[in-house]
């Protein structure tokens, strides 16, 4: 019985995992709408493993490859396939056959992402690069309301999207410091900033719904840039 109780966590990764490739599917078929719900349900379990695995005491080596495994599908390869998929059915003139596959620098710099995680012992409280799943949450989302205003681009239009593209893929493998949404405690004055993100996209669900999502991805970045310009500011260094 115990030992099933500690094959849990691998088991919601899996979840996680086959999550990410319905998220593929439903990209390549054109619907980004359920690609972006599987990918929220990917999510979901991806936090659930780490929240069973920590509350059962049952780290592994292999639950830890495995995770990283599942993210690289469901959050590095399945936004990649949606962009992809978005770029191909949008009309893109004498480059419509080689640009949609610029979409996967996305699983490319989310492999590196996920690698770099792996071997930083600085990522146990924070992030140091913007997350696989925030950065699959963007994409799926940002792709989901394109589509629901049509799917042909300018130009312009499409700079901008590839633009958007490698300046995530960068944020990913940087430096920059992101707060997580991990809580050691329920104190306000050491969740300040988390109690203030949820509220704020509490709001702009309720508000936007689902075409809120790229919104408050990019609230998470400038919150993070912000709360790190705080925090060297109030350094004692300084």
């Known amino acids: ?6 094959s849990i966590p691998n088991t919601l990764t899996c979840c996680n995992l086959f999550s990410g490739c319905v998220a593929a599917v439903f ?4 619907d980004f709408d359920y690609a972006a719900i599987a990918v929220v349900v990917a999510a979901v379990f991806d936090f659930f493993d780490g929240f069973a695995a ?15 495994l599942a993210d690289m599908v469901s959050f590095g390869l399945a936004p990649g396939v949606v962009l992809y998929s978005y770029l191909c059915a949008t009309k893109t003139g004498t480059a419509h056959e080689v640009l949609p596959f610029v979409a996967f620098l996305i699983p490319v710099f989310s492999a590196l992402r996920l690698a770099k995680f ?39 239009g499409i700079v901008v999207v590839v633009a958007i ?3 995530t893929c960068y944020l990913m493998v940087s430096e920059l410091p992101m707060f997580s949404l991990k809580f050691h405690d329920f104190s ?21 719904r689902m075409e809120s999502m790229p919104i408050i991805i990019v609230m998470y970045i400038l919150m993070s840039i912000v709360e790190d310009i705080a925090m060297k500011t109030n350094s004692p260094s300084n």
């Open 1 to 6: 019985m115990n030992k099933l109780v500690k």
């Open 27 to 30: 990209a390549f078929w054109g």
């Open 54 to 68: 920590r509350g059962l005491k049952a780290f592994s080596p292999l639950g830890g490859d495995l995770d990283s």
């Open 118 to 156: 792996n071997i930083d012992t600085r990522q146990t409280t924070s992030f140091i690069g913007l997350p696989t799943p925030a950065n699959a949450l963007f994409w799926v989302f940002a792709i989901a309301t394109l589509g629901h205003h049509g799917l042909s681009l300018s130009p312009l």
């Open 165 to 167: 593209e490698l300046l």
């Open 188 to 208: 306000w004055a050491n969740n300040k900033i988390r109690y203030v993100f949820l509220a704020l996209s509490l709001i702009l669900i309720l508000v936007l």
